[in-house]
C-alpha cells in the first residue's frame, strides 16, 4: 500500500507540474500577443481601421502632405515641407519641425517658418541645416519670391538655448542667393541648398541644384566668409550632359580607413559622395569619388557617372533625400521621402500624403 501510495503521488505530482507548466506557457503566449501587439506611437502612427496604408512606425505628421534634419543639444529634429492646407502639393508650404529622443517617438511642434516675406512669399521648400563652429544651427532654404523665382535664404534660431527651437527668425536680407542676368541661373530650375562645408582657405562652400535649358545638371557652387554674404564660384562643383534637373543634391564625406561617420567638412583619408534627385526619373542616385578641395571639384571614381546609370539609394519609392551627421552617436543618419502611388482624390479623401524614411550608416 505504501509504495502505491508514493507511486499515486508521484504521478499527481507530475500531473501539477504539468498543469503549471501549460498555465505558465498560456500567460507568455498572451504577454507575447499583447507585446507584439503593440505599435509605438509615433507622431503620425496611429493606427486607424479606415486607414490601412497609414505606417505604425515610419514618421508621418498627423495629417496632409508633407515632403533638414539635424542633432541638437542631443535632440533629433526633423524639418519637412508641410501642407497645413491639405492632403496635396500647394505653393503655400511651410517648414514642418518635430523633435524625438531616439529617432522613433516624435513630438509635433510648431512650425519652423512659413511664407513672410518678399523671398519667399510663395513658398518656403526644401534646405538644409548646417550646424556653425559656434554651436548654432542655421537654416538654408529655397523661397519661391514675388516674382515665382527660386531664390535661397536663411533663417536662425531666436533663442539657440531652447533644445527644441521652437522659433526662427528670418534675415532682413533674404535673398542670399538669386538668379540674375548676370550668372544666367534659370529662376524655375534653383533650388535646394545642401548642408554647408569650410573649405580649405576657411571659407564656407554650399551648392545648390540647377539646369541649364539643354538639360546639363549642375551643383552650383557657393563660398562664404560669414555664412551670409554668398559668391557664385565661377565653376559648378561638378556637372553632367543630359541628365536634367538635379533636386535635393547632397555632398558629404566618408572614411575610408574606419566605420564611423564623419562631420561634412572633414578632409584627409576620406572619399566623397555626391547624391541627387533626378526630376526626369523621380529616384536619387549617388557617385563616390575624390574632392579637390583646392580647386573646388568632384570628380567620380572610375565607373560612375552621375546620370540614371549611377546607383540608387533605394529601388522603391524614396526621393528627395537628406543626410546628416549625428555628433552623439558618430554616424551620417539619411532621410527619405516616400510618396504616394496613389491618385490625389484618394490622398484627400484620408486626408493625408507621404512618410519619410531612415537610413542609418553605420
Same mark, same amino acid.
Given at each position: 500500500?505504501?509504495?502505491?501510495t ?9 500531473e501539477?507540474k504539468t ?37 505604425g512606425y ?14 541638437y ?48 512669399i ?5 534646405g !538644409?541645416? =548646417?550646424?556653425?563652429?559656434? &554651436?548654432?544651427? /542655421? ?7 514675388? @516674382?515665382?523665382? *527660386?531664390?535661397q ?5 531666436v533663442?539657440?538655448?531652447?533644445p ?8 532682413p ?13 534659370n529662376?524655375?530650375r534653383?533650388r ?13 562652400r554650399?551648392?545648390?541644384? !540647377?539646369? =541649364?535649358?539643354?538639360?546639363? &545638371?549642375?551643383? /552650383? ?7 551670409? @554674404?554668398?559668391? *557664385?564660384?565661377t ?15 547632397d ?8 566605420t ?22 523621380l ?18 571614381d572610375?565607373?560612375f ?6 546607383p540608387?539609394?533605394?529601388y ?7 543626410a ?5 552617436k558618430?554616424?551620417?543618419i ?15 479623401e ?13
Amino acid at each position: 500500500p505504501d509504495q502505491t501510495t508514493r507511486k499515486r503521488e508521484k504521478r499527481e505530482e507530475r500531473e501539477r507540474k504539468t498543469r503549471n507548466r501549460r498555465t505558465m506557457g498560456k500567460t507568455l503566449l498572451l504577454l507575447s500577443l499583447l507585446l507584439c501587439s503593440f505599435i509605438i506611437d509615433l507622431e503620425a502612427s496611429r493606427q486607424d481601421l479606415n486607414q490601412p496604408y497609414r505606417t505604425g512606425y515610419h514618421f508621418q505628421p498627423p495629417s496632409n502632405w508633407m515632403n533638414g534634419p539635424m542633432v541638437y543639444k542631443g535632440i533629433y529634429h526633423l524639418f519637412y515641407q508641410y501642407n497645413p492646407y491639405g492632403a496635396v502639393w500647394d505653393v503655400r508650404i511651410v517648414w514642418g519641425h518635430s523633435t524625438s529622443l531616439d529617432l522613433v517617438n516624435w513630438t509635433p511642434q510648431p512650425p519652423a517658418f512659413s511664407p513672410s516675406q518678399p523671398s519667399d512669399i510663395n513658398g518656403c521648400w526644401s534646405g !538644409s541645416v =548646417t550646424i556653425l563652429p559656434n &554651436g548654432t544651427p /542655421v537654416i538654408l532654404y529655397t523661397g519661391i519670391d514675388q @516674382n515665382k523665382s *527660386q531664390v535661397q535664404n536663411v533663417a536662425v534660431p531666436v533663442n539657440i538655448s531652447d533644445p527644441y527651437l521652437r522659433e526662427w527668425s528670418k534675415s532682413p536680407a533674404n535673398p542670399l542667393m538669386a538668379p540674375n542676368a548676370v550668372n544666367g541661373i534659370n529662376p524655375d530650375r534653383f533650388r535646394d541648398p545642401t548642408t554647408a562645408w569650410i573649405g580649405h582657405d576657411g571659407e564656407w562652400r554650399v551648392i545648390v541644384g !540647377s539646369s =541649364t535649358d539643354d538639360r546639363r &545638371g549642375l551643383a /552650383v557652387l557657393y563660398k562664404s566668409r560669414d555664412f551670409f @554674404n554668398w559668391t *557664385q564660384a565661377t565653376k559648378p562643383l561638378h556637372h553632367e550632359e543630359l541628365t536634367g534637373m538635379w533636386e535635393c543634391p547632397d555632398f558629404f564625406p566618408v572614411s575610408i580607413t574606419g566605420t564611423e561617420g564623419l562631420e561634412t567638412s572633414s578632409s584627409g583619408e576620406v572619399k566623397h559622395v555626391l547624391k541627387m534627385s533626378l526630376i526626369e526619373t523621380l529616384h536619387d542616385y549617388y557617385t563616390i569619388g575624390c574632392y579637390d578641395r583646392e580647386k573646388d571639384v568632384y570628380v567620380p571614381d572610375h565607373g560612375f557617372v552621375q546620370d540614371g546609370s549611377a546607383p540608387r539609394l533605394d529601388y522603391g519609392k524614396f526621393y528627395a533625400s537628406k543626410a546628416f551627421y549625428d555628433d552623439v552617436k558618430k554616424r551620417r543618419i539619411l532621410w527619405g521621402w516616400v510618396n504616394e502611388s496613389s491618385p490625389a482624390k484618394d490622398d484627400i479623401e484620408k486626408g493625408w500624403s507621404g512618410l519619410q524614411v531612415t537610413f542609418i550608416f553605420p
